[in-house]
């Protein structure tokens, strides 16, 4: 049986993707390498919003480079393919850089990768226009984004899916690569989502998060994102056991009182929500091309706090865009001491050729940018222990994921995506349970089973 070798690389759309990608493989005769040195095909599914991603991908190709050469040595063929947002945004690079790669396709080309796997490889050494080089698919121009029919591999015990119901973004805001390398906005069909729901169902499934790039920016025909919602809650109780519905990423200018409404009634409808706000500062947010002003996310976030009071509220702060001074910098600070996230992911800027902030220029010194990260990296933390250690002591439902670490405990996760870990028998992994909270190291609590 033929083995591949799959790595993925950023946000949780790539990996949704790469399941069904590994889907596809599956059904037609692959299966996964044990190890690297047994598989006969290595594929990268690749992501271009952070620098960081790219660099670790240029790595990974320099390795299975060598990999691909140890490989012909000892008479074995071992074809690499590249695929996803690198190979739509740096194809010429990549065509240049990179001749050991075998197939390159984009963004919009993933549906043809498995046909294009079918092919006879190529043979070392063969001569003609394309030997050494990457066989490009249909890069030239975009066709319409295709939502796969499955993007679970299905493997037996998996409980935690994530099922893409929205894909590419409108918005261009100026630091954000997403919209060149992903495209449109387009929402998937519903009648499409509610068949893989009961696909789901049938395979037992406890948690499904619902993603798009801004998944309530979800519109298909009359049928917006609450409305979407509302036809899929009603599935969720059918399941073997209590089923979780989550969602990722939102934005602000589409946070409906509807959406809210949903939220605040809870049940399946996890009250966990993540609303980028990205900075405290009007001017930079203008720059920044956010569409929301200070105030009116502060008056969001006030009306959840007051609407779902048992909400865990996370969010995104980009720190050091072009022009940020420290007013701008401390007007994020207040923000965050307003708001009173329970957790946020904090990065510094660097600029993405291609967008519009690419053009100005990246004027807060390196140290800076550090600097100001690290304080509200510190500021953050100090919000979310003060936030977990008002939860200490309730007794709440958990959904147990894996064995801990730590003998003996278990690992666990709450309505708000927060980690538990308390003693308990492995019978419980994949199900839910109750568990009193009792203290919290670092941000992890420890508890105890109820009764």
């Known amino acids: 049986m033929k083995s591949y070798w799959l790595e993925t690389y950023g946000c949780q759309m790539n990996k949704a993707e790469s399941g069904s990608l ?8 692959w299966r996964p390498a044990g190890n690297l040195d047994e598989a006969e095909l290595v594929i990268l599914n690749t992501c271009s919003v952070r620098a960081t991603a790219e660099e670790r991908v240029w790595g990974r190709l320099g ?34 850089q990179a001749p050991h790669v075998d197939v390159l396709a984009g963004t919009f080309q993933k549906h043809l990768l498995l046909e294009a796997l079918e092919e006879e490889p190529r043979a070392e050494g063969d001569a003609g226009p394309s030997a050494g080089r990457p066989t490009a698919l249909s890069l030239t121009g975009r066709e319409p984004y295709r939502f796969a029919a499955r993007h679970s591999p299905g493997q037996p015990g998996e409980f935690r899916v994530f099922l893409p119901i929205m894909h590419g973004c409108d918005n261009f805001c100026a630091y954000c690569i997403v919209p060149y390398v992903r495209g449109p906005e387009v929402s998937r069909d519903p009648r499409s989502i509610l068949e893989e729901l009961a696909q789901l169902k049938a395979a037992g499934v406890r948690e499904i998060t619902l993603l798009g790039q801004n998944v309530n920016s979800y519109r298909h025909g009359e049928l917006d994102f609450p409305g979407l919602l509302e036809r899929l809650l009603p599935e969720l109780p059918q399941f073997p056991e209590p089923t979780w519905l989550r969602f990722l990423t939102s934005h602000p200018k589409d946070l409906s009182p509807r959406l809210v409404a949903l939220l605040a009634r809870g049940g399946a409808l996890c009250r966990q929500l993540h609303l980028p706000v990205q900075h405290g500062s009007d001017r930079v947010l203008q720059a920044m091309g956010r569409g929301y002003t200070r105030g009116a996310y502060l008056s969001l ?10 909400l865990v509220l996370t969010t995104d702060i980009l720190i050091g865009f072009p022009g940020e001074t420290e007013e701008d910098f401390r007007l994020t600070l207040e923000l965050m001491e307003q708001v009173q996230f329970d957790d946020a992911f904090t990065y510094r800027y660097n600029p993405r050729e291609g967008t519009r902030a690419y053009l100005l220029a990246d004027d807060v010194p390196g140290e800076v940018k550090q600097e100001r990260l690290s304080e509200v990296i510190r500021l953050q933390r100090r919000i979310s222990s003060r936030r977990r250690l008002e939860r200490l002591s309730r007794l709440v439902p958990v959904l147990v994921e894996a064995p801990s670490k730590r003998g003996g405990d278990l690992l666990a996760r709450t309505e708000g995506d927060e980690t538990v870990v308390f003693p308990g028998p492995p019978e419980l992994i994949g199900h839910f349970t109750q568990v009193r909270l009792r203290e919290l190291s670092g941000h992890t609590f420890r508890g105890e089973k109820s009764a």
Request: aromatic share 4%.
């Open 22 to 29: 590994e889907l596809g493989l599956q059904e037609r005769g």
């Open 63 to 96: 390795f299975f480079k060598a990999q691909k050469a140890r490989a012909a040595r000892r008479g074995r063929r071992l074809r690499v393919v590249l695929l996803g947002c690198m190979g739509e945004r740096l194809k010429a690079q990549l065509l240049a």
């Open 301 to 310: 976030a006030e009306g959840l706090r007051k609407e779902v009071p048992e």
